[in-house]
């Protein structure tokens, strides 16, 4: 049992930042890899960032230098600070969280970011 909340959507104007986090609770298993993926109305769910638990990171080509994902093992919580953002990642962020010993991947909720003046 695994649940994933989402926090620190909104709406930002273009350049502007955000720090979205994501709260794991239940039964976490310490070696996992979580991450963030979004979804515009109408297209698919595409990777933005993904963290495992020993630190190792990977970004899409489109954040790459904007974004920094990160986590906090002992609280069970992985953060994506979000810079210099654009109307195009515009999206719903949804948090992710999988690994071998899981069955299957969990997700959030997810959280809108919408960037516009």
């Known amino acids: 049992q695994v649940q994933l909340v989402e926090s620190g959507g909104g709406l930002v104007q273009p350049g502007g930042s955000l720090r979205l986090s994501c709260a794991a609770s239940?039964?976490?298993?310490?070696?996992?890899?979580m991450g963030w993926y979004r979804q515009a109305p109408g297209k698919q769910r595409d990777l933005v960032a993904r963290i495992t638990s020993g630190g190792i990171t990977n970004y899409a080509d489109s954040v790459k230098g904007r974004f920094t994902i990160s986590r906090d093992n002992a609280k069970n919580t992985v953060y994506l600070q979000m810079n210099s953002l654009k109307p195009e990642d515009t999206a719903v962020y949804y948090c992710n969280l999988g690994g071998p010993w899981y069955s299957r991947d969990y997700w959030g909720q997810g959280t809108q970011v919408t960037v516009s003046s």
């Open positions: 239940g039964s976490i298993i310490s070696l996992n890899y």
